[in-house]
């Protein structure tokens, strides 16, 4: 336990976070006169945790590179469906996983094979920051769990083995979204996969302070004023995807490849700009790079995870021709994105109530320019 100056605050959490520590911020619940109106001149102030970073759930601007995603993973393994001849099913092989960016409110469901190194690769890939699995009696890690932890070098948060029930999963998944089912998503209410994406939903409320009820900050019955309001309203309905949509990269040959990292770079330096990885090229290009922080997270997810669909990559290569060929579009839509800010993120905060004055200039800002790119021709 540590007391910080609060304009240093930030400094402090970045140096934390970077060391893979997970941390819990208490604030001041009333002003001093508050207290003192409450319980008189010996009253003691309310304090309670208002939020916990943890390395999967940063969404602050001074705590994330712009370039570089920041997610979060929930993996489990659920037991083998039995066949049409009671024999099990393929379930039997496959990893049911969850990954959230919490700093866009992008939401992705997906099944790995648990054999080999599948699982591993398709973390690496997707670049997960945190991963949370179900906790055991004797408090080790699972086998499984441990090897995927120690392959991708990231944070293990364990969880409640009750948070990885399948109908508690639904229930926390339909109250967020409110729905009555999940048809409309694409999703079977009985896919195993529910279950990663209900713990998730759960480990974010816990994070972030937020009430499972009504939203706000300090939760029901805190007795304090309550905060700014904060919800996880910016987080999109989870998607379905699967691993043969994309081409299957190992973690092996993108390191081979240097795709995201030289082979001699630093863990810290991956795919920075001007550090010799294929991302790191496209992105030090300097004014003829990508011009927002989105389309860099796109390319390197591009650049890590190529689309296996003929039909994808032809229609990216007709949008280069488009702007290779006709240079004066090009240059108009350079132009247009110029001061186009970080919005996904800016939502985010604002879902979050964390926004500051300068998220709101820049949202203002970046809508502004938006009537340029979006005219048709």
Same mark, same amino acid.
């Given at each position: ?12 959490? =970045? $140096?934390? !976070? ?7 911020? /208490? &604030?001041?619940?009333?002003? +001093?006169?508050? %207290? ?88 690496? =890939? $997707?670049? !997960? ?7 055991? /009696? &004797?408090?080790?890690?699972? +086998?499984?769990? %441990? ?88 987080? =999109? ?141």
């Amino acid at each position: 336990m540590a007391g910080v100056p609060f304009h240093q605050l930030e400094t402090y959490l =970045r $140096r934390l !976070v970077a060391q893979g520590v997970r941390v819990a911020v /208490a &604030d001041q619940l009333q002003t +001093p006169e508050e %207290a003192k109106a409450a319980g008189g001149a010996s009253a003691v102030i309310d304090r309670g945790v208002t939020r916990v970073l943890t390395p999967g759930t940063l969404v602050d601007e001074t705590l994330l590179e712009d370039d570089r995603p920041t997610t979060l993973a929930a993996v489990c393994f659920p037991p083998p469906a039995p066949g049409r001849n009671g024999s099990a099913g393929h379930l039997a092989e496959f990893a049911a996983v969850a990954i959230a960016e919490l700093s866009t409110g992008r939401f992705t469901l997906v099944s790995c094979p648990i054999g080999g190194p599948g699982l591993i690769d398709e973390l690496a =890939r $997707r670049q !997960v920051s945190e991963v949370i699995f179900a906790e055991t /009696a &004797d408090g080790r890690k699972p +086998p499984r769990i %441990a090897e995927v932890l120690q392959a991708l070098g990231v944070q293990g948060t364990p969880q409640p083995q009750w948070h990885f029930r399948l109908n508690e999963s639904r229930e926390t998944i339909l109250q967020q979204f409110g729905v009555s089912t999940l048809a409309g998503f694409g999703i079977d209410d009985e896919d195993p996969l529910l279950i990663p994406a209900g713990v998730i939903i759960r480990y974010l409320r816990q994070t972030q302070a937020l009430d499972a009820t009504t939203g706000t900050a300090g939760g029901a019955g805190s007795g304090s004023k309550a905060g700014p309001a904060r919800s996880l309203a910016h987080l =999109r309905p989870p998607r379905q995807e699967f691993v043969t949509e994309s081409l299957l990269l190992d973690a092996t040959t993108l390191r081979s490849l240097e795709v995201d990292r030289t082979i001699r770079g630093a863990a810290g330096a991956m795919g920075s700009t001007g550090d010799g990885s294929l991302v790191g090229i496209f992105l030090g290009q300097g004014n003829r790079g990508c011009r927002t922080p989105m389309g860099k997270r796109l390319l390197r997810e591009w650049l890590c995870r190529p689309s296996a669909s003929m039909d994808v990559i032809r229609a990216r290569q007709r949008c280069v021709g488009a702007l290779k060929e006709d240079r004066r579009m090009a240059s108009e839509l350079f132009d247009a994105l110029e001061g186009v800010q970080d919005v996904p993120r800016i939502a985010a905060r604002i879902a979050l109530g964390r926004a500051t004055p300068r998220d709101l200039v820049a949202l203002g800002r970046s809508l502004s320019r938006s009537p340029r790119w979006m005219q048709p021709s």
